[in-house]
């Protein structure tokens, strides 16, 4: 495997139809982290924060009042009071698609034009290890935002804002259930109490704070404890997001000239006093005592481990060498968590660059680079929704704040290739007899094609069937 095969396609999301190998592997990498754009064009076309949130937070007080009036209205049949909400159910459902369909569309067509394909990869990197699941109304509609909001800015910056930036966006925020989570000590909780001695406690909710350090930062062998989730839970009590629940009754809590979808602090909600996390002492200071603890997670040995171990895996093997996790971990502790110094040090490191295939392309990572390889520069929403859906993994929908598995065995499995073989069929019509896979495959791989590949190549019918024998060959499931 060349080292112009490896920057195409470990690297990058693989080659375009009208790419060329880089003369330059190294410097053709390092040269994108200049041409990287924020929010290229499918990115700025799609839909906004503004739009997003006003729609969600209108259709949800809409239900709301819907189940309102049907308790409080005499003479509305139970029946018509129940078709009226789901009614307006199903219409929350179908625009919350609408929006993930587009959010959808425009990452993967990002993808497919990306000059900068290095970078690219690494933002779905990140955006997967802040992962939310798009399978919650409340969320379904803000995962995109995430990713276009969070990820893509900072992409470039220091870990610290990065970290922080997610964990305050309302995705994060509705998806772990922290909006619901109450200090039992705040102000809140003493007046509820006060009006109903007797009435259901609402209470502390751990999981942010527990996810945050397990899969964001320490990772599970950090050496965290139960006490210190419980104490960061309470550090967080308050964080919450204005404009979504207008008549929910944490929104009373929330100052209302903040913007739609923005981060809010409820002070009220928040549990008053000191904290104590990994035997440091954070005095009560609000909304900040939980922003110190996540600047010393991010400085914590811990994390730069854990970040570097998550990196090399993802770009050097299942089970990365302890050289490329030392070398990404000193660059990430010499730098204070600046991202594009242990991205340098990536590129840098020869364990990235041996010749033989380390990764087995994950379902998402193959279909970009099919598609890619093939021409195709833009999707529509439906298509770019079924598609990895049909390989098993659909976009913003891990299942779990884990995230997609990042190892081999997770999409190598039989039924996981047969979806592979049915779509590069199906990819492989649509483009029809316009691409000659025998000049394709050498430019896709160059030094890097075998023998028997190109003989199936060459032997095929037709010059669809010959694309669609490449697109399921060795060469094209591993990088």
């Not at 924020?38 to 990115?43: D, G």
């Not at 995962?143 to 964990?167: I, N, Q, S, Y």
């Not at 705040?186 to 751990?206: C, F, K, M, V």
């Not at 809590?253 to 981060?263: K, N, R, V």
Request: net charge neutral; aromatic share 6%; proline share 6%.
């Amino acid at each position: 495997m060349s080292r112009s095969a490896i920057a195409l396609n470990r690297f990058g999301l693989g080659a375009r139809l009208e790419d060329r190998p880089p003369d330059d592997p190294e410097a053709w990498l390092r040269a994108q982290f200049d041409r990287y754009e924020v929010r290229p064009a499918p990115i700025a076309a799609a839909p906004g924060r503004d739009a997003v949130v006003d729609n969600l937070a209108g259709s949800i007080e809409a239900m709301r009042n819907v189940g309102r009036n049907s308790e409080n209205t005499e003479g509305m049949a139970a029946s018509e009071a129940g078709m009226t909400g789901r009614a307006i159910r199903r219409t929350v459902r179908r625009a919350a698609r609408d929006y993930y369909a587009e959010m959808v569309a425009a990452r993967t067509n990002a993808a497919l034009i990306t000059p900068t394909p290095f970078l690219e990869r690494l933002v779905h990197f990140w955006s997967n290890h802040f992962a939310v699941s798009a399978n919650d109304l409340m969320v379904v509609g803000l995962a995109g935002l995430l990713e276009f909001d969070v990820v893509r800015p900072h992409l470039l910056g220091r870990f610290e804002d990065l970290l922080l930036a997610a964990e305050r966006h309302p995705a994060m925020l509705f998806y772990l259930d922290q909006v619901q989570s109450m200090g039992p000590g705040s102000l809140a909780a003493t007046r509820a109490a006060r009006r109903r001695p007797d009435g259901p406690r609402r209470g502390l909710n751990e999981n942010l704070a527990r996810e945050i350090l397990e899969l964001h930062t320490l990772g599970a062998d950090g050496g965290y404890s139960q006490a210190d989730v419980t104490e960061f839970a309470r550090a967080l009590t308050g964080w919450s997001a204005h404009g979504i629940i207008r008549q929910h009754r944490i929104a009373r809590f929330l100052d209302a000239d903040g913007e739609p979808g923005s981060f809010a602090f409820a002070s009220a909600l928040h549990e008053p006093g000191a904290r104590q996390v990994l035997g440091r002492r954070y005095e009560e200071g609000g909304e900040e005592q939980g922003r110190a603890i996540l600047a010393d997670l991010a400085r914590h040995p811990s994390t730069a481990r854990h970040l570097a171990t998550k990196l090399a895996r993802h770009f050097a093997g299942d089970e990365p060498p302890r050289t490329l996790v030392d070398r990404l971990d000193r660059a990430y502790q010499a730098s204070d968590g600046d991202l594009a110094a242990v991205y340098r040090a990536l590129i840098e490191s020869p364990e990235a660059w041996v010749e033989q295939p380390v990764k087995f392309r994950s379902p998402s990572d193959w279909l970009l680079a099919a598609f890619r390889a093939t021409g195709t520069r833009e999707l529509e929403p439906a298509v770019a929704v079924a598609t990895p859906t049909q390989l098993g993994q659909p976009v913003w929908r891990p299942g779990s704040p884990a995230g997609f598995d990042d190892l081999s065995a997770r999409w190598a499995g039989p039924d996981a290739l047969v979806r592979r073989v049915e779509l590069a069929g199906q990819i492989a019509r649509q483009a029809g007899d316009r691409i000659d896979p025998r000049a394709l495959a050498p430019r896709l791989f160059p030094g890097q094609l075998s023998e028997s590949t190109a003989r199936s190549i060459a032997g095929s019918e037709s010059e669809s069937q010959g694309l669609a024998l490449l697109l399921v060959s060795p060469e094209f499931q591993r990088r």
